[in-house]
DNA sequence: TTTCTTGTAACAATTATAGTTACAGCGCAG
DNA sequence: CTGCGCTGTAACTATAATTGTTACAAGAAA
């Protein structure tokens, strides 16, 4: 079971407005260089709004970063789109048998150990920002150039 | 999106077999503790016997641990049910645009970045024996009949 | 007013999970 | 050597989430 790439899809909207700042970010323009359908931008870039990481012209269209792009972790976009509902990474079974000893205690004791495996995955996100990601990407873009 | 309860339940069953090493352990006896199907049981102790973590004796019933606690990681747990393939904790929407800068290199930039949050959560579980799990478990268990 | 765009609803297709019944086949007890 | 209990697995259901689609009301500007 993944993450939802609903996830790749809010980073690589970010890029673009992050990386062309000249370019008219419709729903169509950029569902062009994801590849999908409009809607689908749409909706993720609606769960960005929300998050006050974008703003969203309606009528004439088009998306801007609302923040320095400095200022936006990979974490943030993570917890806007909803890839995972916070501190739900791991599934559990539920109610296991309190008769039994080990029913009775397994959950208390994996909830602790799930979280901090959880916590650890989503701080290496929350260091990286989009100014760091953009910049890596810049650079293999320029690269390739030559 | 969660990681799949086969993930808990296999942990669960691991204990009973680790605490509880004078019990008969067929399917139906840890179904009970799990609150679950034997059948949801088998699938799991299935594959935790081809990753050599556990025996099942079939025809007289009941598993055992093939290691000692201390030699189980719950990242063994986590790779023998395969609660997410290998490397692909995170989905990623496919074959974006290659004609557009930042589709065509998106794919490589976001695959390490995700790579290494994954690992981050691993290296967390892998460091996590069956032992120490059990310890808190039964320390737990301990207090409360108090 | 016309035109382009957003925001959303509604729906289909796909996919994975979790649970269930059913049954062949193994292995020990008697 | 036969019967019993248990495993391994297939087959099927129900459920839920995702991704992709079409359709359309409502906003904003030329």
Redesign the pocket.
């Known amino acids: 079971?993944k993450i939802?790439?609903?996830f790749s899809?809010a980073v690589h909207i970010l890029s673009l407005l992050s990386l062309e700042p000249n370019a008219?970010?419709?729903?169509?323009?950029m569902a062009g260089s994801v590849n999908?359908?409009?809607?689908?931008i749409?909706?993720v870039?609606?769960q960005l709004?929300k998050a006050g990481l974008v703003a969203?012209?309606?009528?004439?269209?088009?998306?801007t970063l609302m923040k320095p792009a400095e200022q936006i972790s990979l974490l943030d976009v993570y917890r806007a789109v909803?890839?995972v509902e916070e501190g739900e990474l791991f599934?559990f079974?539920?109610h296991p048998n309190p008769q039994c000893p080990v029913g009775a205690n397994i959950e208390s004791v994996l909830q602790l150990v799930m979280l901090r495996a959880q916590t650890a995955m989503e701080q290496v996100l929350g260091e990286i920002t989009l100014d760091q990601l953009s910049a890596e990407l810049k650079h293999k873009i320029d690269e390739k150039m030559c």
Do not use: L
């Open positions: 079971m939802s790439s609903r899809v008219h970010h419709t729903s169509e323009w999908t359908n409009p809607v689908i749409r909706r870039t609606s709004k969203v012209r309606s009528g004439t269209g088009g998306a909803e890839a599934g079974h539920e």
